[in-house]
């Protein structure tokens, strides 16, 4: 059985730091592309990050030089650091993995983490 659990979200002022982490079961963890995603109140779930079994990122353009997404292969774990937070950023935090990027590969996802940066 497939879990993925996320972690350490929380409420933060604007301008703090969070780090959200993805405990994964279940999976061939190291040869998984891994990545987090999030959902706003009343919009669609968007890529905040991606990394690669290889250890290659992708972020989201609005997240480069804020958010760094990372692995421990040894503890099967997903790591997002978050800084300069803003109001922009409060939402529900998904991890997420899959075998291969083709199409129709299934995505397996966390059950969320909530993020809330305000004042």
């Known amino acids: 059985q497939v879990q993925l659990v996320e972690s350490g979200g929380g409420l933060v002022q604007p301008g703090g730091s969070l780090r959200l982490s993805c405990a994964a079961s279940?999976?061939?963890?190291?040869?998984?592309?891994m990545g987090w995603y999030r959902q706003a109140p009343g919009k669609q779930r968007e890529l905040v990050a991606t990394i690669s079994s290889g250890g290659s990122t992708n972020y989201q353009d609005s997240m480069k030089g804020r958010f760094t997404i990372s692995r421990d292969n040894t503890k099967n774990t997903v790591l997002l650091q978050m800084t300069s937070l803003n109001s922009e950023d409060t939402a529900v935090y998904y991890c997420?993995?899959?075998?291969?990027?083709?199409?129709?590969?299934?995505?397996?996802w966390g059950q969320g983490t909530q993020v809330t940066v305000s004042s």
């Open positions: 279940g999976i061939a963890f190291s040869i998984y592309t």
């Open positions: 997420s993995g899959r075998r291969s990027l083709l199409p129709g590969t299934t995505i397996y």
